[in-house]
Structure formats: C-alpha cells, structure tokens
C-alpha cells in the first residue's frame, strides 16, 4: 500500500539511515484482558512532523506512554539517536531529550510563565534573570511569542500552548510529543500552532503528532502512521494519501457482514428525546436541539468522534445532567425531570462508557456491585434493608449466566479482567426487566471472547423487545448491531445512515465533518 | 483460606504492625530525650488498678462518641474535623436546658439529649449546605465552626452562669438530682463508670445496623467509595452529604452527655476539650468499624490512664503517650495502605490462579 519502505518490513540500511531519530521495534503491551499494543514499528525522522493516528482505543496513548517513560513496555526496543534506551519513568524520557505536551494542561494559573517553565528545572539555568534569557531566546528561534513575566492565568489557550511547548524545549527535548493539541484550539489558532510547528521541524526537532482529525494531520505532518487495535497498520507519506484513505485504514477493511439477523424493530417508540439543549459552562452548547427516537426491538448506535457530546447525551438521559431545555419521554411518560434513579426505575438500563468511575465499587465485592444502581430494587432489598441472601443469589445467576470469570461473588471488582467486570455489568442492567438499554461503548478495553459475549447479549436485548442506545468508537460494532446509525457532530445529530448500506469511509467522514 | 478469612487476617495485622512501629518510635524518642525507656514501658504496660480500670472504661466512653461521629463522615468520604466544636456547643446547650429542669427526673435528661442532638446535628449541618451550595470543603468550615463554636460559648456561657460564691469557676446551673444518670459500680470502689456507657454501646450498634444493613447505609458507603458511581447509581450525592454531616454532628452532639449527666453535672469552663480530634485518631485506627473503633477508644484510653502516674514514679511528662498516640496515627495510616496493597495483589493473583486452573481443567 505504501510508496515508501514499510517500516513493518525489516528495515534496510538506507531507510535507517542517521536522520532516524526515534525507532520503535515489536513494541508490545498488554494489560490484564487487554492488548493494547502489539508489534508497533515506527521510525521518526529528524526535521519533520510524524502524525500518528487512530480510532479510540487503537493504542495510540499507550504508544505514548510508553515513549515517554509513563509506562514500561512488555516486549520491543525503542532506540534514540541509535542507541537502544530504557525509559522508566518521564525524567529518564527527558534526559533523551523526548519531550511530551499533554491535552490538559499542567500550568499554575497564579505564577508567571517564567515561573511555570523553570518550575521542577531550577537547575539547568537558574530560576532568575538566566531563565528569563533562555526562555526568550527558544520564544524568538522558534516563534514562540511567549513573554516570560506575564501571568499563566491572563494568557488564552493557544498562548498557554505555546508555554506548554516552550516548557518541553527549555528542557532540552529534541523530540516533542503533542497529544490531540488541536482539540483545545479554535482554527486560528490551529493555524498558529501549525506554524509553531513548522519553525521547530525547520530547527531539526522532531515533532510527534497525535490526532483523529484527518484533515489536519494532512495539512501538518510529512508522514502519518495509522495503528489499529494496537498495531501499526502503515506509515505513508502525508502527500500521498488522502483522507478518505486514512479513514478507511483506521477502521479497517475486513468489516463483519452486517447484522443478518432478521429485524425486530416494531411501532411502538420506547425512547423519545425533542429538542434537547445542554449548554456548556462557556462557549458553543454541548448538545444542541437532539430529537431522537428509538422503538421497541431496534438498536439506534450513534457514531462520533469522541468528545462531539456522546457522553453528555448519555448522561442528560439518564438525568445526570440538567439540560437547558427539551423533553425526554419513555414509554410514552415524560421523565424530563425525574431524578437518576427515578429514571432507572422507571426501566433505563445503563452501561456506562467507563465502568471504573461510573460502573463499579472496585473495592466491593461482587455481591454489593450488584446491588449498585438497584438499589430500590428487588432482589437486593426488603423494605428499608438490603436483602443479602436475595442480592448473593441473584449475583450467582449473573455469574453463571452472563459468564462471568471469577472465583465467587466475594472476590472485589477490582480484581477481575475488564471483560469480566463488563459482563457482570452487563447482567446486573439486563435484571429487572429494562425497556432501554443504553450501552456506552459497551465492549471498550475488553479482550476478544467477552466482546463477543456483549455483542450477543446486547443482540438478545434486542430480540426480547428492548429499545438500544449504542454508543461506540467502533465502527465495526455500530454497523454489525445498529438498526439505524446517527452521527453526532459538534453536539448535534446529524446524518443518518442505514447500516446495511453505509461503510466505515461514509461515516467516517461524516464523523469527521470532512464530507460535507 | 477463604477470601473472608484472608481480609480478616489483614484487617488484623495493619493495625498490629502500626503499633509495634508507634511504640519504637516511642522508644527512639525516649532514648533521645534521656527517659528510662524500660521502666516508662513497664508502667504504661502493667495491669491497671481496680479504679483505672473503672477510668478507661468511662474515658473509652466518650472516646468511642466522638470516634463514631467522625466514623459517619469518614464512610462518606466526609472529613467531620468539627466534631469538637459539636459536643462542646451540644454539651453547652444540652447543660443549659437539664439545669433549668422544665421536665420532671428522666424526661429532663431526655429532652436534653434530644437538645444535644440536634444541636450538634445543625452545628454540622452548617458546614454540609456549605458543602453542597457554594462548594466550601468541609475540612475548611468545620475547623473554621470549631474556632467559632469556643468563643459562641464562652460569650453565652457568662450570659447564663451561676456564680458560686468563694469560688472562680463559672457553669451552668446543676442539673438537678433527679436528672443525672446514676453510675454502675464495679469492683467495690466508689467510682463508678458512666450509666451512659450503654448509650455509647447503642449507638455503636445503630451504626453498624444503619451502614451495612440498611439501602441509606449502602448508598452512604457508596458515595464514599466512588463519588462517581455513586452518581451513575441514581443516588442524590448533595442529599447524602447534608443527611450524613447531620447524623455525624448528631452523633457528636452525644460526645458530652455521659459527662455531663455522670461527673461533672453543669457545663464550665473546665469541661473537658479536645475530644473531637482524639475522635479523628480512633475512628482511623478502628478503620472506621465498630468494633475496631471500640477497641481504639479502649487502647486511647488506657494509654491515657496508664501514663499519669509517670511524673510522680519516673519523672517523665505523661505527654509522652500524646506522642504514642500522634505516632499510632501515621503508622496506622500507612500500615492499612500498606496492607490493602498487598491484599490486591494477593486477590489478583488468586482470581487469576482460580481461572487458570478453570481453563486447565
């Protein structure tokens, strides 16, 4: 596929010639149930921008990670400068001069940049008049506009940024990490931040560059390697691919044929939401005007980049939060202002998107995360009480039912694999009789057979009746389950598709805004 | 061993190794100090008197109040630091309404416990709507209730003093006969312990019922393991915290009773203070159980009583067993951490040896 030396291949002198700065080879890590990497190969070049991208949860920020010492690789070299090094932790990262600059930014809003920037490298050139001529020097070769006595908290974003890489250069890197910089940024200033980056390739820095935004990377980066489920897929030049094309290899070619099963979709709506606004704290709304509707036996999956107001539409369902205005109906009774566990009661099933923060008690034991979210609920209760025997029986159903792996109900959470805890989630939403189910990337971080697993449960859900929401990055998972597919993009819902027609490239780039 | 077994035995040896680490720092603080490390253990750790031991129990009394009230909080993730503030505005308040005695005998003591709750329930209950409308912590307000809670009481306690003349301590007025709640004696001596002490084991009782058999208790454990999930759950957090700050500060409001209505009869200016922050150390070595609150409020107590007669036999400043205590807490601290670790990786290790021999079979 590619014009280039593939990287996967074994590399050849040339293509491993000096200019090579980074070279990652068979890098492999898993997690408990998890692969998140698995042979990655890539070379990083000298003078140029390297744009890495990837659906979510492809691995690309535990590449990252490991690249920049958070974590410790399972398997694989990772070679800078030609020299196979072993980054334990980010100041081992530092001293190889590989700098990253994270998402969220790490800047004390009440000290000055100087201060920000010399704070935990008092050392390399003081913390007075010696860094503030330091910092202006890197502010002015690399166009930085950064003013070292000004405050943090009086900057903008795109100002803080540029801090946010000046700190990494002060330090010394050659190499800097950005992770999804663009998705703080409004276009121009993503427009100055690519010019930022453009001085420091000239300088011979190399730049990696994170993001899902495809249209960007192609405007920015020299090369682009995908990776997919873990692996690296391809490294190609930016001029010679298009958009379409990357779309397509991230999610891969060999979809599953869609859903054969016959269609259980019937008249009667289960889930109706009109008109439903949820406005940020500042800036555009999170969601805008959301009308949807889902009847009893269909799964309606929604697809999006995240961070498009997935989570928020979710969460503004199931009453967590309190839209600005709109109403949302459920068999046919307005729940709009019923409280969460109002809502659960009147037969919402949740699998929430992380089941660490929102699903479990990861230091209870199974029996009592049953009880989690149900608590008005029989089996787990008599009257005012728990009932202990009825909740311990009932887990040892979902145990034995939904396949859940573990030792017994008295083991906690915490210690199962995450297909584990997502099957005994999974089980404890389908008891008590749900006419919703909603699913927040249902099968995320979960190893092959339980992904399965889920995948048959939430098809069941939807032969015994139940209206699905599915919300998911996977757009395998959305074509093969969905019955209808909607986009959500920029907090509004947009296209719909119908997945016995649509390919990951269509919804891709309409996930994307770029087929507009 | 059974998972049950193995976290009982863990649950056992954090605070035993916390111990053993207090008392050598102890020693080395000893050993620097010059103090005769051997005979100060050997008083601290001999058999108490008949009369000591009646003292550990009612000191272990209060101790157990105050430990309990914090214990509420700490379930919920709340850090209750204003329990000393609580009993002494509940003690005050509850003082006042017994001493003017508008109900006959027991119903007087009654209706000052009731006045005790409740106050110590809304002087809490201040820092919880802080909490829930403006977002103050609750570590800020309820050290800052403290603060203003000496001063409320002072001020109003000159309002309604009796002055004794011939002497300079000023109170309340007495509770009167009728009132007071007659003491249980024991091994012949005229001290007797505290009839309150009956109050406390049914407040311990309470606890445990309400926290592990009731919805609100597991809702309440809930939101102090994962605010998040607590959420996600459908419970109302902001409510759980007003309801668990009130039943904390209800709890404290009950710090002082057994005092109150056992020794000393009136509130004054020399009731006893700081027995919210002892609270704070006892429900962190009880981890918050009630019977492991139960077991801190008696080792408190008994260090207490043990270490007084150091300045007379040894010349050491009984002070010595506040260090023991200050060093019991940090220990404690990271002796649990240490623990719980080490049962992760233990259960860990098991659910997965469990699931290979699953896959071998």
């Known amino acids: ?516 | 061993m059974t998972p049950r077994s193995t976290r009982l035995v863990l649950g056992i040896a954090a605070p035993a190794l916390a111990l053993v680490a207090a008392f050598l720092i102890t020693s080395l603080v000893l050993a620097f100090a010059g103090d005769p490390i051997g005979d100060v253990w050997a008083q601290i750790l001999s058999l108490p008197s008949d009369r000591g031991y009646i003292n550990i129990v009612n000191s272990a009394t209060v101790y157990y109040l105050s430990a309990v009230a914090v214990a509420i909080g700490f379930r919920m993730n709340l850090f209750n630091i204003g329990v000393d503030g609580q009993y002494r505005v509940s003690a005050f308040a509850a003082a006042v309404v017994a001493g003017e005695g508008w109900l006959p005998g027991y119903l007087n003591t009654v209706l000052a416990l009731l006045a005790a709750v409740l106050v110590g329930a809304m002087w809490a209950g201040i820092a919880g709507l802080l909490r829930v409308t403006r977002g103050v912590s609750e570590v800020i307000s309820t050290i800052m209730l403290n603060a203003i809670a000496t001063f409320l009481v002072a001020y109003l306690l000159r309002k309604v003093a009796v002055s004794d003349p011939g002497s300079n301590i000023t109170s309340t007025k007495p509770v009167p006969e009728g009132s007071r709640v007659p003491g249980i004696h024991a091994f012949g001596e005229t001290a007797t312990i505290y009839g309150l002490l009956f109050l406390a084991v049914a407040v311990g009782i309470a606890y445990w019922f309400v926290i592990n058999k009731t919805r609100f208790g597991f809702d309440l454990r809930a939101t102090g393991q994962s605010e998040t999930a607590a959420v996600a759950s459908g419970i109302n957090v902001k409510r759980m915290i007003v309801i668990s700050m009130l039943l904390s500060g209800g709890v404290a409001g009950l710090v002082g009773m057994p005092l109150l209505f056992g020794n000393d009869y009136a509130y004054g200016s020399t009731f006893q203070s700081g027995l919210g922050f002892a609270g704070i150390a006892i429900a962190l070595l009880g981890r918050n159980h009630p019977v492991g609150i139960a077991l801190g409020a008696l080792l408190f107590a008994f260090l207490d009583e043990q270490a007084n007669p150091l300045e007379i036999l040894l010349d050491v400043s009984p002070q010595i067993v506040k260090i023991t205590q200050g060093v019991i807490v940090l220990t404690v601290v990271i002796a649990y951490e240490v623990v719980r670790r080490y049962g992760v990786r233990l259960e860990q290790r098991r659910v997965a040896g469990a699931l290979h021999e699953e896959v071998a079979a």
């Open chain 1, 1 to 516: 596929m590619s014009t280039l030396t593939s990287p996967t291949a074994e590399p050849t002198e040339s293509a491993a010639g000096h200019d090579v700065v980074v070279r990652l080879r068979d890098i492999g890590k898993t997690f408990p149930g998890v692969v998140a990497n698995q042979d990655v190969n890539i070379d990083i070049r000298r003078g140029t921008v390297h744009a890495i991208v990837g659906e979510n949860g492809a691995g690309k920020s535990t590449l990252m990670k490991i690249l920049y010492g958070v974590q410790k690789p399972d398997s694989g070299t990772i070679e800078v400068n030609g020299e196979v090094i072993s980054l334990s932790s980010p100041s081992d990262a530092i001293g190889a001069g590989i700098g990253m600059v994270f998402q969220h930014f790490m800047l004390a809003d009440n000290l000055t940049v100087l201060e920000n920037v010399v704070l935990g490298a008092e050392k390399l050139h003081g913390i007075g008049d010696g860094a503030r001529e330091v910092i202006r020097e890197i502010s002015t070769a690399y166009g930085l506009d950064v003013d070292p006595d000004v405050l943090v908290e009086e900057l903008g974003v795109g100002a803080r940024q540029r801090v946010e890489i000046l700190k990494v250069l002060y330090r010394g890197a050659r190499i800097v990490i950005l992770d999804e910089p663009t998705a703080v940024l409004v276009p121009q200033e993503v427009e100055e931040l690519f010019g930022n980056l453009r001085e420091l390739k000239a300088e011979g820095l190399a730049v990696i560059f994170i993001s899902h935004k495809l249209d960007e990377v192609l405007s920015v980066a020299d090369e682009v390697t995908v990776i997919r489920r873990g692996r690296t897929v391809d490294t190609l030049p930016a001029a010679s691919v298009t958009s379409r094309q990357l779309a397509e290899m991230m999610v891969g070619s060999e979809l599953p044929s869609p859903s054969t099963e016959e269609s259980t979709v019937t008249e009667r709506v289960v889930l109706e939401v009109r008109d439903l606004t949820l406005p940020a704290p500042q800036g555009r709304d999170l969601l805008s005007d959301i009308d949807l509707s889902i009847r009893a036996g269909e799964i309606l999956g929604i697809a999006g980049v995240e961070g498009n107001g997935q989570s928020e539409l979710v969460e503004s369902i199931m009453g967590m939060r309190q839209p600005s205005s709109g109403v949302v109906t459920l068999d046919g009774r307005d729940i709009s202002s019923l409280s969460t566990r109002e809502r659960r009661d009147a037969g919402i099933g949740y699998i929430p998107e992380d089941r660490h923060r929102h699903g479990l008690l990861l230091d209870a034991p199974l029996w009592e995360n049953r009880i989690l979210g149900h608590q008005t609920r029989e089996p787990n209760i008599a009257g005012p009480l728990i009932d202990r025997g009825g909740a311990r029986r009932d887990t040892e159903r979902i145990v034995a039912e939904f396949d859940v792996r573990t030792p017994g109900i008295d083991t906690t959470a915490r210690a199962l694999s995450g297909g584990n805890q997502q099957k005994l989630i999974v089980g404890r939403e389908m008891a008590g009789d749900p006419v919703l189910l909603i699913a927040s990337h249902p099968t995320r971080g979960v190893d092959v057979g339980a992904q399965s697993a889920i995948w048959g449960h939430i098809k069941r859900a939807r032969r015994q009746g139940l209206a699905v929401l599915l919300i998911s990055a996977d757009l395998d998972e959305l074509i093969g389950l969905s019955d209808t597919i909607r986009v959500l993009l920029r907090g509004r819902l947009g296209e719909t598709f119908d997945p016995d027609t649509v390919t990951p490239q269509m919804l891709g780039s309409a996930m994307t805004g770029a087929a507009s």
